[in-house]
């Protein structure tokens, strides 16, 4: 399954993934969705890889450096989507429930928890995109983005512990 300009774009997600980070960051988004971005990206390249086929499949003639396509895109309304686009693969890609020991098998997990949503979209000659839908402001569960101490400006932490000592 895996032909020689697969492999190297498979190798190429670092790349990718640095990519995504500057042009996000210029873009303004938060740091910390940047980071689940990233890892986000990282984790449909990794499947691609792992389980796609190179989008040039079963063409005439083969398209150099096309094996999988990464895009992503921030809209109108601040939700920031991540998509990867392979050959398709032999399989849906579902999230498993792997052991313990298992080397593999939590990628789909590790984007849902990250992800607002995500799917899967059936693309012309037999292409698959898979999509995250994130949010690019600040993250709800995002700890120092929910505390609020306005009252307790000019106070540093050694004071705030020094009471409850």
């Known amino acids: 399954m895996c032909t020689k300009e697969y492999a190297k774009a498979c190798k190429e997600v670092g790349m990718a993934r640095r990519r995504m980070r500057e042009g996000l960051r210029m873009s303004g988004v938060p740091d910390a969705v ?40 921030v809209d109108d309304i601040g939700r920031l989507t991540v998509e990867v686009t392979d050959g398709g693969g032999p399989t ?52 120092a983005k929910r505390v609020d101490l306005p009252g307790f400006s000019g106070l540093d932490v050694a004071d705030l512990l020094d009471d409850h000592a």
């Open 92 to 143: 849906r890609p579902l999230p498993a429930t792997p052991s313990v020991t298992a080397r593999g098998g939590r990628g789909l997990n590790i984007i849902t928890s990250l992800a607002q949503d995500w799917g899967v979209r059936d693309e012309s000659a037999g292409a698959v995109t898979v999509w995250a839908r994130l949010a690019s402001g600040p993250r709800a569960d995002d700890f």
């Open 34 to 73: 940047v980071d689940d971005a990233v890892l986000v990206l990282s984790e449909l390249l990794s499947n691609a890889c792992r389980h796609g086929r190179p989008l040039h499949t079963g063409l005439p003639e083969p398209v150099e450096d096309d094996a999988v396509r990464a895009a992503w895109r």
